[in-house]
């Protein structure tokens, strides 16, 4: 087995390149798609991460600046093309390179890619106090996180220093409010002269950012969501018995889960299980057994419940119905957010502003609609800060790439679950 990560290309250019994948029979998709890249960007390729998992060379970043992809061959005479082909796995995954008039196979290409770097560069070194610093958007962040946290870094295109704009643009409508920055690297002969390459992000939680905050790896924000994402005590212990009631309400005996139901997934449990545009915020309800054994799906019109007392904060639009937002003020991590808990796909019996006390019915689970998915229901649970006013609450907030608001892993509540 290759050592080196996959190369792929990222849900989001799929998104903005039109050809998210549908089936593997889908004639309409096509077969393969070429990355153009310039003769340096070798280093790239030098420097791609080892690794059991998969990263992406942009098609285009926030900026507008990336290595564009395209659905026929260009022309590369004077650089190198990616060919990526529609694997099974319903993504596009680089199998070959074109280069001076010859086809390799990805792996010799790698291979030929450390030599080449070897003899011109030489080992790769970050230069010292030499960063590449950015804000990134949803999207992007989002891409990253997928990556492992490693991003293709081209120092030609980056800020060497923090910017009012960028700061900016931390606050804005499609932001992640995140600061990152990756090392600019040089190889050890021209130690002068950076080159494209793999990094792994570090990020700030500083308010007002500059290059002697406190900038922590990837690896440590990873460890911090997952110290944040836990439940309080009370509302762990209360979920079985609300889990049971709705159950109950289903005319189920149990719940029936199946890969792409839990939080953190990646791929839609429905359908030909694509690959989701981010990682699943919650639970999926959809199916459960009833007392013959047979599985079934949820029924329409069955009641949601509140899982504790609260306050309704935003009744939202979704792609399957409505989703109530509801605001639970007596719970306060120290950091100062509030429990947030989140029902989707409902057809609503609440208006926003509500008093609501535990498990009172909000709404009902929704008809079938067009859209693809089956009838389910969706629920989540977040800490959103205090200072995202209610009315400002939208689904894109409540997002794994949203870094102020920390989604809550729920998963480990089905543990032993019938």
């Known amino acids: 087995m290759s050592p080196y990560c996959v190369i792929r290309v990222s849900v989001a250019d799929m998104v903005e390149l039109r050809v998210r994948a549908k089936g593997a029979g889908d004639s309409t998709l096509p077969e393969f798609l070429y990355q153009a890249l310039p003769l340096n960007a070798l280093s790239l390729l030098a420097t791609i991460p080892r690794g059991s998992f998969a990263v992406s060379i942009p098609h285009q970043t926030d900026s507008g600046v990336g290595y564009g992809i395209h659905r026929s061959l260009p022309p590369y005479r004077d650089g190198i093309v990616l060919v990526y082909a529609f694997a099974p796995n319903r993504r596009y995954e680089a199998a070959a390179a074109l280069f001076q008039n010859k086809k390799y196979e990805?792996?010799?290409?790698?291979?030929?890619?450390?030599?080449?770097?070897e003899a011109r560069a030489g080992t790769m070194r970050h230069i010292p106090e030499r960063y590449s610093y950015f804000a990134p958007l949803r999207e992007l962040w989002n891409v990253i996180r997928r990556d492992h946290g490693y991003m293709a870094c081209d120092p030609s295109n980056g800020n060497a220093c923090l910017t009012p704009e960028m700061l900016q643009q931390r606050q804005g409508r499609e932001a992640s409010g995140v600061i990152a920055r990756a090392p600019v690297s040089a190889g050890h002969k021209h130690p002068s002269q950076p080159l494209p390459c793999f990094e792994r992000v570090e990020l700030t939680f500083d308010l007002h950012p500059n290059a002697q905050s406190r900038w922590i790896p990837f690896e440590e924000y990873l460890r911090v969501q997952a110290m944040q994402s836990i439940l309080p005590d009370i509302i762990a212990i209360n979920f079985p018995e609300w889990l049971k009631r709705f159950a109950e309400d289903c005319g189920f005996e149990s719940w029936a889960f199946r890969p792409g139901m839990f939080f953190g997934d990646r791929i839609e449990w429905w359908g030909d299980r694509n690959r989701r545009r981010s990682e699943h915020e919650g639970?999926?309800?959809?199916?459960?057994?009833?007392?013959?054994?047979?599985?079934?799906?949820?029924?329409?019109?069955?009641?949601?419940?509140?899982?504790?007392?609260?306050?309704?904060a935003a009744v939202l639009d979704d792609f399957l119905g409505k989703t109530i937002v509801v605001r639970h003020p007596r719970f306060v991590n120290r950091d100062g957010a509030v429990l947030h808990t989140q029902y989707s796909h409902i057809l609503p019996d609440i208006v926003s502003g509500a008093t609501i006390s535990k498990n009172q019915v909000l709404g009902k689970v929704g008809r079938l609609?067009?859209?693809?998915?089956?009838?389910?229901?969706?629920?989540?649970?977040?800490?959103?800060?205090?200072?995202?006013?209610?009315?400002?609450?939208?689904?894109?907030?409540?997002?794994?790439?949203?870094?102020?608001?920390?989604?809550i892993n729920l998963n480990r509540l089905l543990d032993g679950v019938p």
């Open 106 to 117: 990805i792996s010799d290409f790698i291979a030929y890619a450390d030599q080449w770097m």
């Open 283 to 312: 639970i999926d309800f959809a199916e459960g057994r009833q007392s013959n054994g047979r599985i079934a799906g949820i029924p329409e019109g069955t009641p949601v419940r509140a899982l504790e007392d609260g306050e309704v």
């Open 369 to 407: 609609t067009t859209s693809g998915a089956p009838a389910h229901f969706h629920f989540a649970a977040a800490w959103i800060p205090q200072s995202i006013r209610a009315s400002h609450l939208t689904l894109d907030l409540i997002h794994p790439a949203y870094t102020p608001v920390t989604l």
